[in-house]
């Protein structure tokens, strides 16, 4: 499989994990596979983000808190966004895999995450828009 370098291409993709995730919480009981959509949507934008400034796809890293450390060397606001980052990174393994110490996701956590999410979407359209 090969990545994209289209950063318009990223973030419609963010966008149909956000909209997935808002799904699975609607449906209920399925609160971790929503998590990990909000965890991928954020970790899309902000590979945007960088894809958009450096003409580059960033290395694979699936740490929210580095790639918006990434994204702080191209704009500053990323790092308001950190403490939520450091917090749903987690969503990656922990809500897909058998973990000893599993995550088990409720429907406000994810609410707010999928808010985190919507929030990262917006800071990041704006910051793109602003620099063509």
Known sequence: MVDTKSYLEWLDKASDDIKAAKVLVAQGEINNIAGFHVQQAIEKCLKAFLIKN??????????????????????????????????????????????????????????KAIQVAE?????VKMKISDSK
Not at 119 to 123: D, N, P
């Open 54 to 111: 450096t003409g580059e796809l960033p290395e694979k890293k699936h740490n929210l808190v580095r790639l918006s450390n990434l994204c702080h060397t191209y704009e500053q606001g990323f790092e308001r966004f950190n403490y939520d980052f450091a917090d749903i990174t987690r969503y990656y393994i922990k809500t897909r895999y058998p973990v000893d110490n599993p995550l088990n996701l409720n429907k406000e956590q994810v609410s």
């Open 119 to 123: 929030e990262v979407f917006s800071f």
